[in-house]
Nanobody, 125 residues
Framework: QVQLVESGGGLVQAGDSLRLSCAVS????????MAWFRQAPGKEREFVGA??????????DYADSVKGRFTISRDTSQNTAYLQMNSLKAEDTAVYYC????????????????WGQGTQVTVSS
């Protein structure tokens, strides 16, 4: 069983930066694709970005809405994935979730077997 624990959310102003963390336990971290999704009130969960497993050779994938502002990274020594968010906008306000699946990332939430509990990010304008 894989367990994901997120942290790092909070209240920031537009233009600020924030880094979310997703600590993974229970399996070999390097074998898993790690993704970030977000869900605003009244909206469907949407893809933010994802990083495939280390052996896949694939580059990270980002939604157009965050490309150039958000960056995904992984620290295998800490079994942790990160989402660095820069130049935050009010429309980035949402609950952010990390998710994991074996090997290759996917933009569809239902493709992911494991999920974190979510962390709230609020950006004031």
């Amino acid at each position: 069983q894989v367990q994901l624990v997120e942290s790092g959310g909070g209240l920031v102003q537009a233009g600020d930066s924030l880094r979310l963390s997703c600590a993974v336990s229970g399996r070999t971290f390097s074998n898993y694709a790690m993704a970030w999704f977000r869900q605003a009130p009244g909206k469907e969960r949407e893809f933010v970005g994802a990083s495939s497993s280390s052996s896949s050779g694939r580059t990270p994938d980002y939604a157009d809405s965050v490309k150039g502002r958000f960056t995904i990274s992984r620290d295998t020594s800490q079994n942790t994935a990160y989402l660095q968010m820069n130049s935050l906008k009010a429309e980035d306000t949402a609950v952010y979730y990390c998710a994991a699946r074996l090997w290759v990332s996917n933009r569809t939430p239902s493709a992911y077997e494991y999920w974190g509990q979510g962390t709230q990010v609020t950006v004031s304008s």
